[in-house]
Structures are given as C-alpha cells and as structure tokens.
Nanobody, 114 residues
Framework: QVQLLESGGGSVQAGGSLRLSCAGNITGISAVGWYRQAPGKERELIVKATQDRTTDYADSVKGRFAIAIYSDRNLVYLQMNSLKPEDTAVYYC??????????WGPGTQVTVSS
C-alpha cells in the first residue's frame, strides 16, 4: 500500500491561488492523481498524471489547475489558480485508479470564500 500525505491547504478568497503538496513513495506507480470531496458530495478525481507526464483534467478545473510530478523527490504538486467557491473541498492525492482496498491519507482542506 502506498502511503501519501497531503499538505498545503488553507483559506483563500475567490481568484486566489494555492499549491498543494503530496509526499510519499511514488516509485513504480503508473499514475497518480488529485481527488477532492466537497461537503455532501462524492469524492471525485480532478486530475490524473502518468509517469510519462500525460495528464487528464476534469472540465471543472481545466485551465486553472496544474499537476506536477517530481518522481526523484517523491513529490506531487497541485497548483490551483483562479480559485472559486465551488472548489471548496478536502483534497487528496492517491494512485489512479483506486480500489476498495486503497487507503487514503487525511487530505488537506481548501476553503474558497466569495
């Protein structure tokens, strides 16, 4: 089981930026992603990146968020720009795809105020 730990969340006003970090051993993992869970909603995958740097973004974040993987440092970042109140959620990083056996880190809270 891969253990990944998220950090970097916080509270910002709409239009602001945050950079989330994810640390853990990603050696050999074919794809990692950032997920989020908003209050009262299901957890959703918002961006996926493979080791060959192919990325896939959800429409809701395309053009505003960017994932960066530094395999040599076991770090995955999520740069979030032009944040909106609807981006308020707990953000998680994890392998892609996940299964019922996949464990999750504590996540990091992002709150965007209007």
């Amino acid at each position: 089981q891969v253990q990944l730990l998220e950090s970097g969340g916080g509270s910002v006003q709409a239009g602001g930026s945050l950079r989330l970090s994810c640390a853990g051993n990603i050696t050999g993992i074919s794809a990692v992603g950032w997920y989020r869970q908003a209050p009262g909603k299901e957890r959703e995958l918002i961006v996926k990146a493979t080791q060959d740097r192919t990325t896939d973004y959800a429409d809701s974040v395309k053009g505003r968020f960017a994932i960066a993987i530094y395999s040599d440092r076991n770090l995955v970042y999520l740069q979030m720009n032009s944040l909106k109140p609807e981006d308020t959620a707990v953000y998680y990083c994890n392998v892609v795809p996940v299964s019922s056996q996949t464990s999750w880190g504590p996540g990091t809270q992002v709150t965007v105020s209007s």
